[in-house]
């Protein structure tokens, strides 16, 4: 049964830092995507970043580039994304999600994903 559990989220001043991780257990991460999305009320869910198997190439939106960095460790099945220079709009509730049939084509789409988090909710005050 495959499951996927985020921590890490909490309040944190603009500017500051914050790293997520979700610990995912019952598959093995060897194609597919693991995303990172976001929602924030009134909002849709909308794509962070993410990684695409077999080759661990990741993916951002464009607005995370250069403050966001997503990645794996392997051993622990787990994903991270660490976010730096945090701004007012990110404020959301982050969920993890797994696609093990995935294309490159829809790795932004949160329906093609199979498997979510329960979610962490991340709040950045001014």
């Known amino acids: 049964q495959v499951q996927l559990v985020e921590t890490g989220g909490g309040l944190v001043r603009a500017g500051g830092s914050l790293r997520l991780s979700c610990a995912g257990s019952?598959?093995?991460?060897?194609?597919?995507?693991m995303g990172w999305f976001r929602q924030s009320p009134g909002k849709e869910r909308e794509f962070v970043a993410g990684?695409?198997?077999?080759?661990?190439?990741?993916y951002y939106k464009d607005s995370v580039k250069g403050r966001f960095t997503v990645s794996t460790d392997n051993t622990k099945n787990t994903m991270f994304l660490q976010m730096n220079n945090l701004q007012l709009d990110d404020t959301a509730v982050y969920y993890c999600?797994?696609?093990?049939?995935?294309?490159?084509?829809?790795?932004?789409?949160?329906?093609?994903?199979?498997?979510w988090g329960q979610g962490t909710q991340v709040t950045v005050s001014s």
């Open positions: 999600a797994l696609g093990q049939r995935i294309i490159l084509s829809s790795l932004r789409q949160p329906p093609q994903y199979d498997y």
């Open positions: 019952g598959f093995t991460f060897r194609s597919g995507a």
């Open positions: 990684i695409k198997r077999p080759g661990s190439h990741t």
